[in-house]
């Protein structure tokens, strides 16, 4: 199995602490704005950064590029495939789709997305977020976007049975104040965003880190906007052979994460899930087996 090419942004971060220190001065302001920071001139690169144009050259080679030229034409292909629309990206797949049955070139897809997911995600970040969703002191609110509410809407019905204090931020901006109107700060937001990324979800993030929020971000392999505001930042893999974006992964890392929260609350958690048991067999909304 290929594996899929990194973006740039991937590349800097795996290389950033190989990196001198004008270079990580570098890295930073490109990936402040990426991948739009870095398509200026390799001078006007240079100055935003407050480094000399030698140094953005070297470290366009130290991440395997031939010359700033070549590194321009990768970050105006990411910046091309981040706004794609479904229809791009049917004829992208179709074009060079294999003699397979769908359902297998759909798997080969997800697994090799999970792969490249899980070698890139750094386990401490994982274990940080865990903590944060887990902290009872710490009330949690979740927001999907168009496509990604339905995985907001699960990880809040799987959160609610683990522990009190969370919430569902519908979509909308005139429920937001509602909603952040008696947050803490330290209190967290769990966002969903992925290409093509939606605006509201930016002033969503602006708006709970001026109120100090912790914001856990899910997002693609080029990074929503939110980034820039995000304390846990997971970047899954989202490409499928499909006019649509899979989601695979990132249910796979909600799912994962509330299996570990739960094992780690389990005291309380089986006591809340006890009297929720009981409050099931007394509507009778389940079906029981004699």
């Not at 009190?164 to 909308?172: D, H, L, Q, R, T």
Request: charged letters at 25%.
């Amino acid at each position: 199995m290929t594996a899929l090419p990194k973006t740039i942004s991937e590349m800097v971060q795996e290389r950033f602490e190989s990196l001198t220190r004008a270079e990580r001065q570098l890295a930073n302001s490109l990936l402040e704005n990426y991948p739009v920071s870095g398509l200026a001139s390799i001078t006007a690169v240079a100055k935003k950064a407050d480094v000399s144009t030698p140094t953005v050259a070297r470290m366009v080679q130290k991440l395997g590029f031939k010359g700033f030229p070549e590194f321009q034409a990768t970050l105006r292909n990411e910046l091309e495939a981040k706004i794609s629309n479904p229809i791009v990206k049917h004829d992208l797949w179709a074009e060079n789709a294999p003699d397979t049955h769908i359902l297998n070139r759909f798997a080969d897809a997800v697994v090799q997305n999970l792969h490249q997911t899980l070698a890139q995600l750094d386990p401490a970040v994982f274990d940080s977020a865990c903590t944060l969703l887990g902290d009872p002191k710490r009330s949690i609110f979740i927001a999907g976007g168009r496509i990604t509410r339905s995985l907001a809407d699960y990880l809040f019905s799987l959160m609610r049975m683990v522990r009190p204090k969370v919430s569902f931020v519908p979509a909308g901006a005139g429920t937001w104040p509602d909603f952040l109107l008696d947050t803490e700060p330290g209190d967290v937001l769990v966002m969903f965003d992925i290409r093509r990324y939606e605006n509201h979800a930016l002033r969503l993030a602006e708006l709970a880190a001026e109120k100090e929020m912790e914001i856990i971000l899910f997002t693609d392999q080029w990074g929503s906007p939110v980034t820039q505001h995000a304390s846990h930042r997971f970047n899954c893999r989202i490409e499928a052979p499909s006019a649509w974006d899979s989601v695979a992964i990132l249910l796979m890392l909600i799912e994962t994460m509330v299996a570990e929260i739960q094992s780690a609350t389990w005291q309380s958690t089986y006591e809340r899930m006890k009297d929720l048991e009981g409050m099931f067999d007394r509507t009778g909304l389940f079906r029981k087996f004699k």
